[in-house]
């Protein structure tokens, strides 16, 4: 059967009619879908129970659901989604004093294998479809209301999978997240992070979308980069350097540098210095500097605090817009990179 959520209202509307139903009753169900966040057609009680009865018989309305959940003693919490048909991804609450953020995935496994990320290390099952990572956030948003009365402020597509590989389904999904009768969130809360897909970096400044963009670059080199990032192969620094200008002179929104410390491969003052000089020539609003969070089957070692002070004040010293990272949750591995359904 047809997953109701992969009809738009007016598809909706034109199944009612065909039904001879009255057009209001699109409008109802819409709302149990999307703003009520209904997961059955039993939880729609303002429908008669021989509409819920037919809508059942035509439709299905699959939807994540949580298999379990970790709670990091820094208050970071970790959840397993489990898919209709079995699969499982993870997303991850993110809280401080100021926002509540969720970090949500956006497909099932990986297919970059970057060399330091557990994701990388699974094998890509499937996208997540549009109406899958929409329940990621109302799932989170469950939790933060439950755990810190409070709703998210903040989405981050930096959980499993390449965003812009799911390009489609991810668009969709914020479209839902943010439009008004969806969850209402505003676009410029929401940020996605891609491994670096050029040709569809410059496809969001075309389609000039509204949320901000983070590049995960950890390697101000092509020969770093490709050693850590498959994916620098095809899309090279100079591409992504290209494909960066174009997007915010179509849209001028927010770009973020994302830069993870290694010891002994990209921390030193000449790595800084490399750093630098792309840094200018990229409209960054900032450079994420980001602790390195150790997995079980990479021999990657997390820097000094001497060798990442010396880092981080070589870049305040050159005016740069660089904050460091500190790592949430590592306690149940839901800190960046170690997503790999533990």
Known sequence: MQNIRQLSKEELTQWMTAQGLQK?????????????????????????????QQLGEHFSLPALIIDESQY????????????WDGHAVEGVLIPTDERKTACVSSQIGCSLSC???????????????????????????????????????????MGMGEPLLNYQ???K?????????????????ITVST???????KKLGDDEVKFKLALSL??????????????NDTNDIKSLIEALNYFYQKTKNEITLEYILFDSFNDSLKDADELIKLYR???????????YNPIDMAQFRKPTEEKTDAFMAYLDKHKVNARLRRSRGKDIDAACGQLANK
């Open 173 to 189: 999904a914020i479209e839902r997240i943010s439009a008004p009768d969806g969850l209402g969130m505003s676009p410029r809360r």
């Open 72 to 83: 990091s003693a820094d208050g970071t919490v970790k959840s397993r989604f489990k898919t």
């Open 24 to 52: 209001f009753r699109a409008n109802q169900v819409w709302e149990w879908l999307w703003t009520k966040q209904a997961h059955s057609f039993a939880d729609m009680t303002n429908l008669s129970k021989e509409l819920r």
């Open 115 to 157: 060399k330091f990320c557990a994701t990388g290390y699974l094998d890509r099952k499937r996208n997540l479809t549009f109406d899958e990572i929409y329940d990621e956030v109302v799932l989170i948003n469950q939790q933060s209301l439950r755990v810190y009365d409070q709703k998210l402020t903040n989405i981050v597509f």
């Open 169 to 171: 389904n991810v668009l």
């Open 195 to 201: 491994a670096g897909v050029a040709k569809m970096i």
């Open 218 to 231: 950890h390697a101000a080199n092509d020969a770093k980069r490709h050693e850590i990032m498959p994916i």
């Open 281 to 291: 020539q990229i409209p960054a609003d900032l450079i994420n500097i980001i602790e």
